[in-house]
């Protein structure tokens, strides 16, 4: 819930800019459209990527989120 919070936060905020494909991932990876949060597999289906490529692709968007979180501190 708190995670969530922060996540539609940051990506509201435009802090920084997440391509369309990052902010697809997790927006439906935690649920921040406020609809069931969706497994790995199930996104992959939908981007006809495996679920590796999901994940890969979430990593990098929650690390585009912590860049400026980082440089703050």
Same mark, same amino acid.
């Given at each position: 819930?708190?995670?969530?919070?922060?996540?539609? %936060?940051? =990506? $509201?905020?435009?802090?920084? $800019?997440? $391509?369309?494909? /990052?902010?697809?991932?997790?927006?439906?990876?935690? &649920?921040?459209?406020?609809?069931?949060? #969706?497994?790995?597999? !199930? =996104? &992959?289906? #939908?981007? &006809?990527?495996?679920? /590796? &490529? !999901?994940?890969? =692709? #979430?990593?990098? %968007?929650?690390?585009?989120?912590?860049?400026? =979180?980082?440089?703050? !501190?």
């Amino acid at each position: 819930m708190q995670l969530r919070f922060h996540l539609r %936060a940051l =990506i $509201n905020h435009g802090l920084p $800019n997440l $391509n369309t494909r /990052e902010l697809y991932v997790l927006t439906r990876r935690f &649920g921040l459209d406020r609809e069931e949060e #969706q497994p790995l597999r !199930v =996104i &992959g289906e #939908q981007l &006809g990527l495996s679920r /590796e &490529g !999901v994940r890969r =692709i #979430q990593q990098k %968007a929650l690390a585009k989120l912590n860049e400026p =979180i980082a440089d703050a !501190v």
